[in-house]
């Protein structure tokens, strides 16, 4: 992927316009697209405007995720695969094909990848399915993304609801997959699986398969449960968390 100084210069040599000029018609379109874009990808689409095709420079560069736009071919995309859906076959102007939906994950964002009729064979050998699985826990910023995730990857909502915490206790962030686990496996049955996949700008990511044993019933203790500690929870006013947090200059704990 090029930087973004670099599709500055590409752009301004391409076009004839000053690399300050480009600069400002990037932040300009990324106001235009209220932040959707990140400045990298607003840099793309200015260049396309401008008649620069800076997609031939990048078509065997590997990308992130994020800056991935549409109208790209052949390019390389290193991620982690969060899920996969069942095979669903289906027939269209009388021809039959089979689809499998994945989740590919990197540190920047999620991305679906819809692999046809032969290209399944790839997954088979991964021996895995959303019907091995009785739970899951996703990253979860918000309620939004682990919801369409799984429902890209053909998981039922039951599956995912047990460690879906955000609407109750908001973005923990690097927390959120783990307080997710934890409030599973107080109510995880010996011999259940679950998959637990966390990720975050910067920080890589990683999923998780664990299979739960006889031994959970004695490590287990009810009255610590996860449940319990929501709702047993204590809400302070704004004052106090801008100390916690050390927000205010001069002020000891």
């Known amino acids: 992927m090029l930087s973004l100084e670099n599709i500055v210069k590409e752009i301004s040599k391409g076009s004839g316009i000053s690399e300050g000029d480009v600069k400002k018609k990037i932040e300009e379109k990324q106001i235009e697209l209220s ?3 990140s400045p990298e990808g607003a840099a793309y689409i200015v260049g396309k405007e401008l008649g620069v095709n800076l997609l031939k420079k990048t078509a065997k560069r590997r990308l992130k995720i994020k800056n991935i736009l549409p109208g790209m071919r052949s390019i390389d995309v290193t991620g982690k695969i ?3 859906s069942d095979k669903r076959d289906f027939e269209k102007s009388g021809k039959s094909g089979s689809v499998v939906n994945l989740m590919l994950a990197d540190e920047t964002g999620v991305v679906r990848v819809s692999l046809w009729n032969d290209e399944i064979g790839l997954l088979e050998k ?3 399915t959303v019907d091995d699985f009785d739970h899951f826990v996703f990253h979860q910023p918000n309620t939004k993304f682990p919801l369409t995730a799984a429902k890209a990857l053909g998981i039922p909502k039951e599956k995912l609801m047990r460690g ?3 609407p109750q206790i908001g973005n923990t962030y690097s927390a959120s997959t783990l307080i997710g686990l934890a409030s599973v496996l107080d109510i995880a049955e010996p011999g259940e699986k679950i998959l637990a996949t966390s990720f975050g700008s910067g920080a890589g990511s990683d999923s998780f398969s664990f299979t739960i044993t006889k031994l959970i019933k004695k490590k287990r203790r ?5 449940e319990g500690m929501i709702k047993n929870r204590k809400y302070v ?8 947090r050390r927000k205010i200059k001069g002020v000891n704990l």
């Open 82 to 84: 969060l899920g996969i």
């Open 35 to 37: 932040g959707l874009v």
């Open 164 to 166: 879906l915490l955000v």
């Open 222 to 226: 009810k009255e610590n449960s996860v």
């Open 126 to 128: 991964l021996g895995r």
């Open 237 to 244: 006013d704004y004052a106090e968390y801008i100390k916690f």
